[in-house]
């Protein structure tokens, strides 16, 4: 099975396509028909993948942040800022005060998690994480807590009106994890919530035995930048479900199936719940035809 989680990159037409608006050159209907062109293909390529859960890949805007303007009143996008270690760019927002617009909420679930649409499926949406959202904004590590549990509370509670199918909270933190303290408290408050909650760890852990700290039902670890020898000392088995991030955003080289069945392999003696694969950071690193490729060359792998 296969986990999309984040970013899915846009195809170079949308690519062209959101320059082209940003130059006055197409409409904003012209714009909005090839994002929605645009999750089409993503959902078909995730029904040939048979993924369990659909992502719709954060087209319109390919960070977790920007979309939370639209409904926080005093929030602005400001400068660009370099996101990790690549030559991508986050927009860092201000948040002159925690002010939240329950009138614009919908804004939020239908312009930019496209809920309508998803409610058919059973459906994994990306949030930020609290170590995330403090790097990439203003705000204190509390007030971040604060603001992702909101958001994950109201959005339960608007999927529960439209849909039957599952929702799936993937809290990504992308931001080399030190101190765990406030995703162990961000998991405390969202206890009470009936959907399925993940932690993706998309890069380095210090510490791991802190990891067993986390109340949640899966976690997902990058294994290019967290040695197996220390991921399996740990006690895995408390989680219903792991991410392997084994599909590598770095190259545009197919993954050595051979080699991904034996390192599976080696995780199932030690790991006995249910297994996904997912990216290792952030599939918008790739070009769109790679990443398809990519996820078609292993998707195949039953026995997970």
């Not at 970013?7 to 209907?29: G, M, V």
């Not at 939370?68 to 996008?77: G, K, M, V």
């Not at 998309?202 to 802190?210: A, E, L, R, S, W």
């Amino acid at each position: 099975m296969i986990i999309l989680a984040g970013s899915y990159p846009r195809s170079e037409k949308l690519i062209q396509a959101t320059r082209d608006f940003d130059r006055n050159r197409i409409s904003l209907k012209e714009l909005k028909s090839l994002y929605n062109l645009e999750l089409d293909n993503l959902i078909e390529l995730q029904k040939k993948a048979e993924c369990e859960f659909y992502s719709n890949g954060l087209f319109k805007y390919q960070d977790l942040l920007r979309p939370l303007c639209s409904f926080i009143d005093n929030c602005r996008a400001e400068s660009l800022v370099r996101f990790e270690e690549t030559n991508m760019f986050w927009r860092k927002i201000h948040i002159k005060k925690l002010d939240i617009n329950p009138s614009n909420f919908s804004i939020y679930l239908e312009e930019y998690l496209d809920i309508g649409k998803m409610g058919q499926f059973n459906y994994l949406v990306s949030l930020p994480a609290p170590l995330t959202l403090r790097k990439y904004s203003n705000l204190k590590t509390e007030t971040s807590i604060e603001l992702i549990s909101h958001i994950a509370q109201k959005l339960e509670q608007e999927w529960i009106k439209i849909s039957q199918k599952s929702l799936i909270l993937a809290f990504i933190e992308y931001t080399p994890v030190t101190k765990i303290k406030p995703i162990v408290d961000l998991c405390r408050r969202l206890q009470s919530l009936k959907s399925t909650k993940f932690v993706l760890f998309k890069n380095k852990i210090q510490n791991y035995k802190d990891l067993e700290k986390l109340e949640v039902d899966g976690i997902g670890l990058n294994f290019y930048k967290n040695p197996i020898k220390q991921v399996e000392q740990i006690n895995l088995n408390k989680f219903q479900n792991l991410i392997l991030g084994v599909i590598n955003t770095n190259t545009t080289l197919l993954e050595d199936r051979e080699k991904l069945i034996e390192f599976i392999e080696y995780v199932r003696k030690f790991y006995h719940g249910k297994i996904y694969l997912s990216d290792d950071f952030c599939a918008e690193l790739l070009p769109q035809e790679v990443m398809n490729q990519k996820i078609l060359n292993i998707a195949d792998l039953k026995f997970l």
